[in-house]
């Protein structure tokens, strides 16, 4: 850990996905000379245990082969090849499919890979360190902005930027000190996260079964594996987290099945609440909010990370093209460039997610036969189909540099 500098060009608050990536692509565009400091109270502690994996959308693969992380995660990346949707209640034998999407968004480009999130991790903290970005064990207690510059304080001191970004995750610290406002509400529903071995293979395919309690998705990864994401209401995900490993096992199979043969839950299980919260503003005066700290989704479509990294690709070609210009990076102009960019993608992500998630996780029948209806429909077309592969890929609209890998 690097002793804290008492000034640094920008700070960031946050060593987790958002914070890291957004330090290296700035070190990268704009040299040695440009101080970053990535401040975290956690990064004092040993590796954080995650039994997550992520859905890492092509865009957001592209952009971390281009901030040169993806070749150390590249081995267990399991490419997602296909994708099937079920439509079912939890006693059917048979749970038939309503969609289906192969997918490439270019030739020989899957849409997605499953990534776990521990290595990733891992391999961002370690390409920060080579490319020069100071880090700090110390959480940011508060901020204040002087003329041209903002002072940090820490546990370890103060520190003045030009610009802090909060990348302090769903509950940020920095949102709140800055006033900004959220939008949302808790879905009470929780998901159940752990990893299956199984017998089979599964052959790339990913697996997403809505039930009437929420979505249960199976996602492949390397080695006969799978990432299992099971939502239940609140009081259900803690009452089954909680049950002993045969009886845990038990609930599992009869949502999981038996295609793939035998199951073991492998590593721990953990429950994580679900909720919408997108910030009002993504930038206050000298400062700018970037991943779980602008907007926390449904992970119905596995897009949290995949957003955050489009704010990572966004920001960071905002602040490239400024500094190259010689402009001040934390000016109001240059954030709202940012902002403009992002908080019409972020809003259309947040309401598709909550719209999908309402028409699912539900016990009526009505619903049920016009959405079978429309997800029959959308698999007869082939273009929307690839559209949809394209928006999820995070490859539609207005791309920056970044996610379509490109260097700044
Ligand atoms: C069950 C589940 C499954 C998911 N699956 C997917 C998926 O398949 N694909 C996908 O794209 N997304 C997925 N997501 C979403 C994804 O995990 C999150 O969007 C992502 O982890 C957020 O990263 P982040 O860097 O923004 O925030 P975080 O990972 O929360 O990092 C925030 C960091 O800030 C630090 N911090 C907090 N306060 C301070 C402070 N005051 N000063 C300094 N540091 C501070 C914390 O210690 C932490 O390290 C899933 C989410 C859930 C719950």
């Known amino acids: ?11 960031i608050a946050g060593a987790g996905f958002a914070g890291l990536a957004l330090a290296i692509a700035l070190r990268q565009g704009l040299g040695a000379d440009f101080t970053v400091v990535v401040a975290d109270p956690m990064l004092a502690q040993p590796a954080r245990e995650d039994a997550r994996a992520s859905a890492i959308a092509a865009g957001a693969r592209r952009l971390l082969e281009t901030i040169d992380v993806w070749g150390a995660v590249a081995a267990g990346a399991q490419p997602v090849l296909d994708m099937v949707v079920t439509d079912s ?6 749970k038939p499919v309503f969609l ?10 899957p849409f997605a890979h499953m990534v776990e999130n521990g290595p990733l991790m891992a391999a961002l903290a370690s390409k920060a360190r080579e490319v020069g970005v100071t880090l700090c064990a110390s959480a940011i207690d508060s901020f204040a902005v002087a003329g041209e510059r903002v002072s940090v304080q ?3 001191g103060a520190l003045t930027a030009a610009l802090l970004i ?29 990893t299956v071995a199984h017998e089979r293979e599964h052959g790339g395919r990913a697996e997403e079964h809505f039930l009437p309690a929420g979505p249960f998705a199976i996602l492949p990864l390397t080695g006969r594996r799978s990432s299992i994401v099971w939502t239940e209401d609140t009081g259900e995900a803690g009452r089954i987290v909680a049950l002993p490993e045969d009886l845990f096992h038990e609930e599992l199979e009869q949502r999981f099945g038996l295609h793939l043969g035998d199951i073991a839950v492998e590593g721990p299980r953990r429950v994580h609440p679900l909720g919408l919260t997108v910030a009002r503003a993504f930038v206050a005066d000298r400062l700018a909010l970037v991943g779980d700290a602008a907007h926390v989704i449904h992970p119905i479509a596995g897009q ?6 489009r704010d990572v690709a ?13 402009l001040d990076v934390g000016a109001a102009h240059v954030l709202e460039r940012y902002q403009r960019w992002r908080r019409f993608d972020t809003m259309a992500m947040g309401i598709a997610t909550d719209g999908l998630n309402r028409l699912f996780s539900n016990r009526s029948d009505a619903l049920r036969l016009m959405r079978d209806v429309g997800l029959g429909l959308v698999d007869r077309l082939p273009g929307l189909k690839r559209l949809f592969i394209r928006e999820a890929a995070g490859l539609v609209g207005d791309v920056p540099k970044l996610l379509r890998g490109e260097v700044l």
């Open 304 to 309: 949290g990370l995949n957003l955050g990294l």
């Open 314 to 326: 966004a920001l960071a070609e905002t602040i490239v093209d400024a500094a190259r210009l010689g």
């Open 89 to 94: 209640r939890l006693g059917d034998a048979v």
């Open 154 to 156: 820490c546990a370890d």
């Open 100 to 109: 289906t999407f192969a997918g490439e968004v270019e030739a020989g480009e």
């Open 166 to 194: 909060a990348a302090d995750g769903a509950r940020s610290r920095l949102r709140e000190l800055a006033g900004i406002a959220t939008f949302g509400w808790s879905y009470d529903q929780s998901a159940i996260v752990c």
């Open 1 to 11: 850990m690097t002793k804290q500098p008492s000034q640094a060009d920008i700070v």
